[in-house]
């Protein structure tokens, strides 16, 4: 990979191993990548910023208000810069911080400025990184599209032995790379793209609904990482509990035809359909306007189809893409390619529900990409954000 006149902004907080980021610095610039480094005050009592100064050729930050002339263009123009941001190591405190939004120093000010990439490497000693507190706000992060390198296990400084020491260098760097590939491809740029996300809900009475158990994550991170890659997004989603992506157009939505008619609204203006929703099939056929009541050994409910909304998109799509999703229990392979065929996908994206780490409400799955040739292509579990880049590359053969 050519990484010429790439930008890394590494931030460097005051824990034992921020010797380790004057190592990571060095092998990025080796690299000819640029590194501009924003130290905490901390962190400057475990390694001096000269020495970075000394690795990267560039001025090392440390305080906002050392020369007020020119501290709020300094931060906006490193965030601005940044094609990835790391914090390296990252401390429970560094973690809290930017979980809760607080930009009390330059680094926190910075991170909250930028639209990079942001990639947190933890370090700090196991109580504190397996405290739920800690927990919670890796979570909020995650949630948020930070990324991490988790920490190895092992002999920390304090003596004590578990998880929470710095994961290797060489993880990092790669982790880095990585990003700075996926964030130079701005193979969506010029494209508009339509993705639905999350469950719908099915009204019964004032007080119920039918639903699924979709959390809507896969949809989110594949509209965040279109993003990355250059897109315009519309992002139609059901009911969720997940934070809205930056930059996107946002429709709420909560029945299917509710869906429905939120897609067939934009679909002329979109060069690109991803339907990651998990749409109801059926519907109540009426609505109960008073809660129903608890009489009966037994309750009859009459159900009715609800339109299909990626068979209607295949009928009038034209010249658009058109992605699918199978979410199945048995017969992956065979009910995901009769789908792609009734309803004139592009590519199918097919998961079984029923395998560990691969199902609703989780952070990782495990895909099969199949093509309009049938041809199968088969990944093993990654992340739901790397998996979302790996349909994005699947589509961008198509564009």
């Known amino acids: 990979m050519n990484t010429s006149k790439k930008n890394v902004v590494l931030g460097v907080t005051g824990g034992i191993a921020a010797y380790k980021a004057a190592d990571l610095t060095s092998r990025l610039v080796k690299k000819d990548i640029n590194v501009d480094v924003i130290m905490t005050k901390e962190a400057t009592n475990f390694i001096s910023p000269l020495t970075f100064e000394a690795l990267t050729n560039n001025k090392v930050v440390v305080d906002m208000f050392t020369d007020r002339k020119y501290w709020e263009i300094e931060h906006i123009s490193l ?16 973690i809290a911080k930017i979980a809760h939004g607080i930009a009390d120093d330059m680094l926190t000010t910075t991170i909250l400025a930028t639209k990079s990439p942001v990639l947190i490497a933890p370090a700090m000693n196991t109580n504190m990184y397996t405290n739920p507190v800690t927990q919670k706000n890796i979570k909020i992060l995650k949630e ?15 003596g004590t032995y578990g998880a929470g020491r710095l994961a290797d260098v060489e ?16 193979d969506f740029e010029g494209k508009k793209v339509l993705v639905t996300a999350g469950p719908t809900r099915e009204p019964l009475d004032p007080v119920r609904y039918i639903t699924n158990r979709s959390s809507g994550k896969m949809g989110y991170e594949i509209a965040k990482a279109l993003v990355e890659r250059g897109a315009q997004v519309i992002l139609v989603s ?7 992506p930056k930059d996107v157009t946002f429709i709420p939505v909560e029945t299917a035809v509710d869906m429905y008619n939120a897609v067939m609204m934009h679909l002329n203006e979109v060069d690109i359909v991803i339907g990651a929703a998990a749409v109801s099939d059926y519907r109540p056929k009426e609505m109960k306007k008073e809660k129903i009541k608890k009489d ?15 068979y209607e998109v295949g009928q009038k799509k034209g010249n658009k893409i058109l992605i699918g999703f199978a979410a199945e229990t048995t017969n992956l392979v065979e009910y995901a390619k009769r789908k792609l065929k009734e309803k004139n996908m592009d590519l199918i994206v097919a998961n079984d529900v029923s395998q560990e780490g691969a199902g609703f409400e989780v952070d990782t799955n495990i895909i099969k990409i199949i093509d309009r040739d049938l041809n199968v292509k088969e990944y093993p579990l990654m992340t739901k954000i790397e998996a979302s880049h790996v349909i994005l590359d699947e589509i961008a053969k198509l564009l």
Request: aromatic share 8%; charged share 30%; proline share 6%.
């Open 79 to 94: 965030a601005k810069k940044a094609d990835v941001f790391a914090i390296v190591p990252a401390t429970a405190n560094i």
């Open 171 to 186: 993880e990092i760097e790669k982790a880095i790379l990585e990003l700075l590939d996926n964030e130079k491809k701005r």
């Open 296 to 310: 009966d050994e037994k309750l009859t409910i009459e159900l009715v189809k609800n339109p299909d909304i990626m």
């Open 238 to 244: 059901g009911p969720t509990y997940i934070e809205v």
């Open 144 to 158: 948020y599209g930070f990324l991490f390198v988790e920490p190895a296990a092992g002999r920390l400084a304090c």
